[in-house]
Structures are given as structure tokens and as C-alpha cells.
């Protein structure tokens, strides 16, 4: 992520593609890895079209371990086998095969990347972006709670932060 003033806020580069922020790309790949993954085990006929949704699933989720996104990394998982159980439903929905297809689809990938993330997950948050998050929830709760019907109006949400 690129400071306004072109200096480097986070220690390592994470990848954006067109998206603004790399937790962006990454909550779009979530959406995006899943569907693709679900046309490689429904299309049972067209072989050309099942290879190609297989391609996409695995150069999504490369691209997903270049994000280093926290919050997509946590949430794939469970995207993933639940979507494993919509497309395989009937009676191999919950097989051994099924679980060891989405364990593999997300560790095989995420391997690659694994001194990345383990690096994102204990480093020292010295932009203290976990506590910021916090605040910004709790300063959501009290809007909710003091403006309930109406709330504060489009895009007043910055103003009232900065008189909490």
C-alpha cells in the first residue's frame, strides 16, 4: 500500500492488481475462487472448460497468497467448503475426497507464500491498524445505538469520527 506521499507503509510489497487496496482484491478473490472452483467439479462433461476453470482457481489464488490479506486468508477456507458441499451435494458431498480436495486447493498455493503470511500474522503492528479497527467499530456502535432510524447522513461518517 503507497502512502500519498509515494513511501511504502507496510515493510513488504503486497500485490493490488486494479484494485485500490490489497484486502480489496483479496475479499473479491474469496468471491471469485470458490465459483471457479465449483464449474471444476460440476462441469463433468466439457473437459476444455473444467481445465480452465481449474487454471483460474489456482492463478486466483496465487494471486490471493500476493495479497498477504489477512481476512481473505481466514474466510477462503470456509468459502471454500461450503461451496465443495453445495457442488457435490447428494451423497459424496461430506467424503474424505471432498475434504481433501479443498485442503489441497488452499494449502498447495498458500504454501508458496507461507513466510509472508506467517510474517503478516506476528508482525508488530506499528501502524496500530488492529486498535484502529476497534475504534472505527466501536464509533459505528454508537452511531447505530444514537442515530438508529436515520442515521448521520451519507458520508458524515469521517466528521463523526473526528469529534468522538
Known amino acids: ?22 484486502n480489496e482484491l483479496g475479499r473479491f ?5 470458490p465459483c471457479t472452483l465449483a464449474g471444476s467439479v460440476v462441469l463433468k462433461q466439457e473437459k476444455r472448460l473444467r481445465m480452465l476453470m481449474v487454471i483460474a482457481t ?17 474466510t477462503l477456507p470456509l468459502a471454500m467448503m461450503a461451496t465443495l458441499l453445495v457442488a457435490m451435494r447428494g451423497p459424496r458431498a461430506i467424503s474424505l475426497r471432498s475434504i481433501v480436495l479443498a485442503s489441497a486447493m488452499f494449502a498447495l ?15 508488530e503492528d506499528d501502524r496500530r491498524s488492529g486498535i484502529a479497527h476497534f475504534h472505527s ?3 459505528a456502535t454508537q452511531i447505530v445505538s444514537q442515530h438508529p432510524v436515520r442515521g448521520i447522513g451519507y458520508e458524515s461518517y469521517g466528521r463523526y469520527m473526528a469529534s468522538v
Open 29 to 33: 478473490l474469496v468471491m471469485l475462487i
Open 1 to 22: 500500500m503507497e502512502a500519498v506521499s509515494g513511501e511504502s507503509l507496510d515493510p513488504i510489497s503486497r500485490f493490488v492488481g486494479t484494485f485500490a487496496h490489497p
Open 58 to 74: 489456482v492463478a486466483a489464488m496465487g494471486a490471493l497468497g500476493l495479497t498477504l490479506s489477512r481476512g481473505a486468508l481466514l
Open 109 to 123: 498455493p498458500m504454501a508458496a507464500s507461507a513466510p509472508a503470511f506467517y510474517e503478516r500474522f506476528t508482525e
Open 137 to 139: 467499530m466501536a464509533v
